[in-house]
């Protein structure tokens, strides 16, 4: 099993920055693709990024393309959401999962194990 903590979060103003963490127990990180995704209140949880096992690919929501990136540190256990241009709907619970699928994994389904999440918000 993997067991996710998250960290990272806050309230921010428009335009800032926040990074997000996600550290991973046991010794099989590698073996897991990661990604993050959020929950504003009252919305379905949402697919923001994903990071291969290798880091060699990336994928993003187009909500969140070229303002959020993505990385990995397998020595580590960790994986990271650097957001940048930050905006109010972006106010949400973040979320990191592991998924031992493969290809591009964008669905809630297609992730085995979860973090219990850390909260965002963006005030204007």
């Known amino acids: 099993q993997v067991q996710l903590v998250e960290s990272g979060g806050g309230l921010v103003q428009a335009g800032g920055s926040l990074r997000l963490s996600c550290a991973a127990s046991g010794r099989t990180f590698g073996y897991y693709a990661m990604g993050w995704f959020r929950q504003a209140p009252g919305k379905e949880r949402e697919f923001v990024a994903y990071i291969s096992r290798n880091t060699d690919n990336t994928y993003y929501s187009t909500s969140v393309k070229g303002r959020f990136t993505i990385s990995r540190d397998n020595a580590k256990n960790t994986v990271y959401l650097r957001m940048n241009s930050l905006k109010p709907e972006d106010t949400a619970v973040y979320y990191c999962?592991?998924?031992?699928?493969?290809?591009?994994?964008?669905?809630?389904?297609?992730?085995?194990?979860w973090g219990q999440g850390t909260q965002v918000a963006v005030s204007s």
């Open positions: 999962a592991a998924g031992s699928s493969y290809g591009v994994l964008v669905t809630t389904r297609e992730y085995d194990y």
